[in-house]
C-alpha cells in the first residue's frame, strides 16, 4: 500500500524491527537493493529485510567505491529505499564519514532516514572494496573509539563493526579486532573477504554468541555458498550487496548496444518490464484511488503496429 496512508506504516522503529528479524532461528537474507524500484522488487519476492551497498551506491552514481560521497547523499537512497519498502534496511556506512563526531552524526542521520542497522569499517581513507588489495587499516582501538561513539549516538539502531582485517592480520587479527568492538559497543560482527569455508568455520567457533554476518558478492574473494550453507558455519546474516546492480547494469548496458546497433528498441521488448508490470509494481492504482480528482490509468494493450500507407 502506499507510503502516503499512516496507518500502514509501523508504528516500531526500524531499530526496533530489525532486531526483532535477528532474533528469528533461521539466517537473515538481506539482498542488496540499490534503489527504491529495486527495493519493493525484493519486497515482492518475499524478503523482510533489505541491504544497501556503498558499492552499489557509487556505482549508480558513476563513481568508485573510495569513500568520496557524502552521508547525506546516502541518506537520501536511505529514504527512498525505506518509503518505497517499508522494509528494516541495512546501511552501509562505510568508515563513518570521519572520525567519532562524525560518525555520531551519521548515526543520527542515518536513524533519521529510516535505516534499521549500519554498518562500519575498520579501513582508512581512502577505502577500497573489501575483496581487494592492500587496504589500510585504522588502529583497532581508533576504530573501537568509533563503535563507541555510534553505539552513544543510536536510539534503537543496530550497529555493526566489519573488520577487513583477515587479509593482512590474519584470523587471530580479525578476532582480536572483533571482540574488541563488541566490547566498544557492537551489536554484530561483519568479517570481511573471508576465503574459505575452513576460515568461516573458524571465525565463528571463536565468536561465540555474537551475530555474524557473511557477505556473499560475486568477483570477490569468497567463493559461491548459499544461505543455507553460511547458517551451517554459524552466520546469523548475509548479504548480496551488489547483484541488482551487476544485474540492471548488464541489461542495461545490451539495451544501449542494441538501441545503437538497430535503431530502436525493438528487438529487446520482450526483456522489458511491461507497463503493467511497472505499475502494479509501484501501486499505481493504489495512489491514484487516494485522491479523487485523478482519473484511474488505462493501461494500453499491447504495442501499436505500424500501417502501410495507401498505395
Same mark, same amino acid.
Given at each position: 500500500?502506499?507510503?502516503?496512508?499512516? #496507518?500502514?506504516?509501523?508504528?516500531? #522503529?526500524?531499530?526496533?524491527?530489525?532486531?526483532?528479524?535477528?532474533?528469528?532461528?533461521?539466517?537473515?537474507?538481506?539482498?542488496?537493493?540499490?534503489?527504491?524500484?529495486?527495493?519493493?522488487?525484493?519486497?515482492?519476492?518475499?524478503?523482510?529485510?533489505?541491504?544497501?551497498?556503498?558499492?552499489?551506491?557509487?556505482?549508480?552514481?558513476?563513481?568508485?567505491?573510495?569513500?568520496?560521497?557524502?552521508?547525506?547523499?546516502?541518506?537520501?537512497?536511505?529514504?527512498?529505499?525505506?518509503?518505497?519498502?517499508?522494509?528494516?534496511?541495512?546501511?552501509?556506512?562505510?568508515?563513518?564519514?570521519?572520525?567519532?563526531?562524525?560518525?555520531?552524526?551519521?548515526?543520527?542521520?542515518?536513524?533519521?532516514?529510516?535505516?534499521?542497522?549500519?554498518?562500519?569499517?575498520?579501513?582508512?581513507?581512502?577505502?577500497?572494496?573489501?575483496?581487494?588489495?592492500?587496504?589500510?587499516?585504522?588502529?583497532?582501538?581508533?576504530?573501537?573509539?568509533?563503535?563507541?561513539?555510534?553505539?552513544?549516538?543510536?536510539?534503537?539502531?543496530?550497529?555493526?563493526?566489519?573488520?577487513?582485517?583477515?587479509? #593482512?592480520?590474519?584470523?587471530?587479527?580479525?578476532?582480536?579486532?572483533?571482540?574488541?568492538?563488541?566490547?566498544?559497543?557492537?551489536?554484530?560482527?561483519?568479517?570481511?573477504?573471508?576465503?574459505?569455508?575452513?576460515?568461516?568455520?573458524?571465525?565463528?567457533?571463536?565468536?561465540?554468541?555474537?551475530?555474524?554476518?557473511?557477505?556473499?558478492?560475486?568477483?570477490?574473494?569468497?567463493?559461491?555458498?548459499?544461505?543455507?550453507?553460511?547458517?551451517?558455519?554459524?552466520?546469523?546474516?548475509?548479504?548480496?550487496?551488489?547483484?541488482?546492480?551487476?544485474?540492471?547494469?548488464?541489461?542495461?548496458?545490451?539495451?544501449?548496444?542494441?538501441?545503437?546497433?538497430?535503431?530502436?528498441?525493438?528487438?529487446?521488448?520482450?526483456?522489458?518490464?511491461?507497463?503493467?508490470?511497472?505499475?502494479?509494481?509501484?501501486?499505481?492504482?493504489?495512489?491514484?484511488?487516494?485522491?479523487?480528482?485523478?482519473?484511474?490509468?488505462?493501461?494500453?494493450?499491447?504495442?501499436?503496429?505500424?500501417? #502501410?500507407?495507401?498505395?
Amino acid at each position: 500500500m502506499p507510503y502516503l496512508v499512516a #496507518s500502514d506504516l509501523s508504528s516500531e #522503529s526500524a531499530g526496533r524491527r530489525f532486531r526483532d528479524l535477528l532474533r528469528q532461528p533461521r539466517i537473515l537474507k538481506l539482498p542488496g537493493v540499490h534503489n527504491g524500484m529495486a527495493a519493493l522488487q525484493a519486497k515482492r519476492a518475499g524478503f523482510a529485510g533489505l541491504y544497501l551497498s556503498g558499492a552499489a551506491m557509487t556505482a549508480s552514481m558513476g563513481l568508485p567505491d573510495l569513500g568520496i560521497i557524502t552521508v547525506d547523499e546516502v541518506s537520501f537512497f536511505i529514504r527512498q529505499i525505506v518509503r518505497a519498502s517499508g522494509l528494516p534496511l541495512l546501511a552501509d556506512a562505510d568508515t563513518g564519514y570521519g572520525e567519532a563526531l562524525n560518525v555520531m552524526h551519521a548515526v543520527r542521520v542515518f536513524e533519521e532516514a529510516g535505516a534499521g542497522a549500519l554498518h562500519l569499517e575498520d579501513q582508512l581513507l581512502p577505502k577500497k572494496c573489501g575483496h581487494l588489495n592492500d587496504k589500510r587499516l585504522v588502529d583497532p582501538h581508533d576504530m573501537a573509539a568509533k563503535v563507541a561513539a555510534a553505539a552513544k549516538a543510536r536510539r534503537d539502531l543496530v550497529i555493526i563493526a566489519r573488520t577487513d582485517a583477515a587479509a #593482512s592480520e590474519g584470523l587471530d587479527g580479525a578476532v582480536a579486532r572483533a571482540r574488541l568492538y563488541m566490547e566498544a559497543g557492537a551489536d554484530a560482527i561483519f568479517p570481511e573477504a573471508l576465503n574459505t569455508e575452513e576460515m568461516f568455520r573458524a571465525f565463528a567457533k571463536r565468536m561465540p554468541g555474537v551475530p555474524l554476518l557473511a557477505n556473499m558478492t560475486e568477483f570477490g574473494r569468497t567463493p559461491f555458498f548459499t544461505a543455507a550453507e553460511f547458517e551451517a558455519m554459524g552466520y546469523a546474516m548475509v548479504i548480496w550487496p551488489v547483484s541488482s546492480l551487476r544485474v540492471a547494469n548488464k541489461a542495461q548496458e545490451e539495451l544501449y548496444a542494441a538501441i545503437a546497433r538497430d535503431g530502436g528498441t525493438h528487438n529487446v521488448v520482450d526483456r522489458m518490464q511491461t507497463r503493467v508490470e511497472l505499475y502494479d509494481t509501484i501501486a499505481l492504482h493504489d495512489y491514484e484511488a487516494l485522491d479523487a480528482s485523478i482519473v484511474q490509468t488505462i493501461i494500453p494493450e499491447g504495442m501499436p503496429q505500424k500501417t #502501410s500507407a495507401p498505395g
